[in-house]
Nanobody
Framework: QVQLVESGGGLVQAGGSLRLSCAAS????????MGWFRQAPGKEREFVAA????????YYTHSVEGRFTISRDNAKNLVSLQMNSLKPEDTAVYYCAATTRYYSAYAVASAYAYWGQGTQVTVSS
């Protein structure tokens, strides 16, 4: 089992940057692939990015490719999402999540067994 706590959200102007972090508890962090999802008001939760257990594989939804970077540090039980060139449409609550599934399921929210509480990201125009 793993517990996840996100941090780093906030208010930023369009074009700005934020770095989200997700701290995981437990000794088996490297056993999980990690993902970031987001949910805007009135919309369904959507996949943003995922990273494999070793960190060698990263995956992004098309709308954030080239702007967002996911990374992990297994020694520190930490996964991060660097968000650059932010747009108002990036406004949402961002969640990190952990899964034991493999890459074909990374973009599927139901594949993730563990979720953080979420952190708000607001991008003003």
């Amino acid at each position: 089992q793993v517990q996840l706590v996100e941090s780093g959200g906030g208010l930023v102007q369009a074009g700005g940057s934020l770095r989200l972090s997700c701290a995981a508890s437990g000794r088996t962090f490297s056993s999980y692939a990690m993902g970031w999802f987001r949910q805007a008001p009135g919309k369904e939760r959507e996949f943003v990015a995922a990273i494999s257990r070793s960190g060698s594989g990263t995956y992004y939804t098309h709308s954030v490719e080239g702007r967002f970077t996911i990374s992990r540090d297994n020694a520190k039980n930490l996964v991060s999402l660097q968000m650059n060139s932010l747009k108002p449409e990036d406004t949402a609550v961002y969640y990190c999540a952990a899964t034991t599934r493999y890459y074909s399921a990374y973009a599927v929210a139901s594949a993730y067994a563990y979720w953080g509480q979420g952190t708000q990201v607001t991008v003003s125009s």
